[in-house]
């Protein structure tokens, strides 16, 4: 089973987007996924697949409150997605973000364990995917869903802001834990992808990053996203757009990453 994380310096850079498309991708080509949203400081997976307030979140499975059983919820058979697709809930009430934003260092190792009892049990049910949704920045919620990946998506943003904070969070936190990234540029202006500025902002990439973490790609902005109003599973209800093709490419680099110690293959 592969365990990734995606996670950004900042919020804005659509992670949760990709996270939840790429989930589906690969649950459609008949991979069993488990996709956990463990962004607790804004919850947001249950608005992208349309689902109705629950009373069972991911949290109180944390909390040893709960079963895994309890807080996963199959989306396959409504999707009618070829494998299995089992997603954990953040609680999206303000009290409940409030009350998890102060937890304290030790409960969130007891909350590592508890997810690294859930990758254990997930693999050994025939999971091939657990993707973690992580909050942005460097939080105890977003080191945990590091430490337990074998490696981690980095999402940014072309612009000098994301630059110098995916570099701190890449020399601040990676390379302490040593633990092994992609980096995926999202929202791309389609100009800098045309010559002569792509040629410029490659150079400048590779200057920056080239020694810190593997360039997976980029993915344009496209305007037509937004119509979706964050409540649109791409992959589902327009799997032709140019977004979700340019998805279905990171998809493919993922299916060939060999793991914790290797390099990608086939980034653009």
């Known amino acids: 089973m592969k365990c990734f994380t995606l996670h950004s310096y900042k919020g804005g850079t659509g992670k949760t987007t990709i996270a939840a498309n790429l989930a589906v991708m690969l649950s459609q080509m008949g991979r069993n996924v488990a996709l956990l949203d463990l962004d607790f400081q804004a919850p947001s997976l249950h608005t992208l697949f349309g689902i109705r307030p629950q009373t069972t979140y991911i949290n109180a499975y944390l909390a040893q409150e709960k079963t895994p ?16 697709l089992l997603v954990g ?14 937890r304290d260092r030790k409960w969130h190792m007891q909350a590592l364990s508890q997810l690294l009892n859930l990758k254990v049990r997930l693999q050994a049910e025939g999971a091939d995917y657990m993707i973690l ?5 460097v939080h105890y919620s977003s080191v945990n869903a590091i430490v337990l990946s074998d490696f981690t998506v980095i999402v940014a943003k072309i ?3 994301d630059f110098d904070g995916t570099v ?12 092994p990234t992609l980096l995926l540029f999202n929202k791309v202006v389609p ?19 080239s ?4 360039l997976m790609g980029f993915i344009p902005c496209y305007c037509d996203i937004a119509l979706g109003m964050g409540s649109e599973i791409h992959a589902l209800t327009q ?5 979700v093709q340019s998805l279905k490419k990171m998809a493919t680099i993922l299916e060939k990453w060999p793991g914790p110690q290797g390099t990608a293959k086939g980034g653009t």
């Open 69 to 84: 059983k309890e807080v996963l919820v199959d989306l396959a058979p409504s999707l009618k997605l070829k494998g299995r």
């Open 89 to 102: 809930f953040s609680d999206p009430n303000v009290e409940a973000i409030r009350s998890q934003l102060a």
């Open 133 to 137: 949704d992580s909050a942005p920045g």
């Open 159 to 161: 612009d000098n802001f």
């Open 168 to 179: 701190n969070v890449l020399d601040g936190l990676y390379t302490p834990l040593n633990k």
């Open 191 to 209: 100009a800098l992808l045309e010559e002569p500025r792509y040629s410029q902002v490659r150079k400048t990439i590779e200057d920056t990053f």
């Open 211 to 214: 020694s810190k973490t593997k």
């Open 239 to 243: 799997p032709k757009i140019p977004f």
